[in-house]
């Protein structure tokens, strides 16, 4: 199985004529996701030509959705458009919105998110790579080459390049999925909702856990992972070198004193029996570990 998103996911892509999104349409397409068409009301009746597959381009995501039954879509809108169009896609009845843009007003997040919500639609993003299920489907940026075969690990992380990494290492074993939930101050998706989504997968026996310093949603994850999840759980914080007083990257908040920092929420998951790797390279290590400790 896989979580989010299988290989009956049906795929919009929001701005797909667009440079990053005809370039990552493509790539989607080599992997195997079933794109059904683009969305641009300024080129609505054409086509687009990837690779000899014609995609057509749609004057919204409810027209889309009519004419393809598509459940899933995938935004590359620029920062001052993406709010509305999220809210479009909502509007629309999507089931699942994955919002890859970078920059989003924190306010718009807010807002979307919390529209999005109470009409049940699910949000991955914003500023995130994305879901991969491989050898099924692959929505957003993920790199399909660097695990090209389904396997017994789910992923869940905030950090794409760390995605990428642990899933490079880790690539003899395989993914039943790996989700990029992003690193923004305000994301859809949580650790949380994919912790409780890959418990409940058959065919995930591990999961990978990769936070970063700032914010306490790792620590609230430790709290989940004592309460309700059965299966062995590997972490990883990126962050240890960070000093104290900056906002880091795309963490999204300032270290402050022991808050938020690498140490605290090492220190949190492991008090719940979570083995926390301190590079990237002892994690995967751990996990094989873990892995041949369970067969």
Known sequence: MAIFLTKESKVLVQGMTGAEGMKHTRRM???????????????????????????????????????????????????????????????????????????????????????????????????????ISPGQSNAGIIPADIAAKPGRIGLVSKSGTLTYQLMYELREIGFSSAVGIGGDPVVGTTHIDCLAAFEND??????????????????????YIAECVSKPVVGYIAGFTAPEGRTMGHAGAIVSGSSGTADAKKRALEAVGVRVGSTPSETARLVLDQLAART
């Open 29 to 131: 397409l080599a992997a195997g996701t079933d794109v059904v068409g683009g969305v641009n009301p300024r080129k609505a009746g054409r086509s687009v030509d990837f690779d000899g597959r014609a995609v057509p381009v749609f004057g919204s995501v409810a027209e889309g959705i009519e004419a393809t039954d598509a459940d899933v879509t995938v935004l590359f809108v620029p920062p001052p458009f993406a709010k509305a169009a999220v809210v479009e896609a909502v509007d629309a009845g999507i089931a699942l919105a994955v919002v890859i843009t970078e920059g989003i007003p924190v306010h718009d997040a807010v807002a979307f998110h919390a529209y999005a919500r109470n009409h049940h639609t699910r949000v991955i993003g914003p500023n995130c790579p994305g879901l």
């Open 202 to 223: 058959p065919d995930t026996e591990l999961i990978v856990l990769i936070g970063e310093i700032g914010g306490d949603a790792e620590e609230r994850a430790a709290a």
